[in-house]
């Protein structure tokens, strides 16, 4: 049963569009979530994260928005660059507590096409 | 600052082998985490370590566990691998538990025949 969903194993976007990447959640215990980007051959490096107290949070051109009530988040960059083009993770974590686990989706491989 | 570093960055075993992967974190950072990739699945979590004590555990297999010296660096234990447990393994770091920003390595591409 996985907690973390990307619906999407795949987006196309026109370079100086806007990339929207959704993902959902089940469990309502989890509240701080974050982005992250995977280049082949590379780890995932992180890009954006947001708390539940806020639903949004922005960092250049990067934006997450958080629908708590949806139990939705998505992650938009405007506008788009070719070098955007990588597999992006949505990560769900509960903050209370001492330990963390991030329980990751499966990812959306995204395309920014010249 | 070195990132974070695995070993090795291929392995190939057959089934009923055990085998021993290697992270060593960033210097300074004493939190290790282990993570699973495979297609369609996403990244799943392992365990963490912190101060050579593991913290948290994922829904995995007793086949899998891990250790952690008092340099930090990491080890991560399958024993009598299994077809399924062909995967990306990758490990983080991150300078304390709890929710601090995980730096990953490369990951180590375990395929098991």
């Known amino acids: 049963d996985q907690q973390v969903k990307q619906n999407s194993p795949s987006l196309s976007v026109q370079e100086g569009r806007i990339s929207i990447l959704n993902c959902d959640y089940t469990?309502?215990?989890?509240?701080?979530f974050l982005w992250y980007k995977k280049y082949p051959a590379e780890g995932p490096t992180f890009l954006i994260s947001i708390s539940s107290i806020k639903d949004k949070n922005e960092d250049g051109r990067f934006t997450v928005f958080l629908n708590k009530s949806a139990k939705h988040l998505s992650l938009h960059i405007v506008p788009s660059q070719p070098g955007d083009s990588a597999v992006y993770f949505c990560?769900?974590?509960?903050?209370?507590?001492?330990?963390?686990?991030?329980?990751f989706g499966s990812g959306t491989q995204l395309t920014v096409l010249p | 600052k070195a990132g974070v570093t695995q070993t090795p960055r291929y392995l190939i075993k057959t089934r009923g082998q055990q085998v021993t992967l290697s992270c060593s974190p960033i210097s300074g950072h004493r939190s290790v985490s282990w993570y699973q990739q495979t297609p369609g699945q996403g990244l799943q979590f392992l365990f963490e370590y912190f101060s050579e004590t593991q913290r948290n555990k994922g829904n995995f297999p007793g086949r899998f566990s891990g250790r952690q010296f008092s340099n930090s660096r990491s080890e991560m234990n399958v024993s009598t691998l299994e077809l399924g447990d062909s995967a990306l393994y990758l490990c983080a770091s991150s300078l304390f538990a709890g929710l601090d920003e995980q730096f990953f390595g490369p990951g180590t591409r375990l395929t098991v025949l």
């Open positions: 469990n309502s215990m989890f509240d701080y």
């Open positions: 990560a769900a974590a509960i903050s209370s507590g001492s330990a963390r686990q991030l329980t």
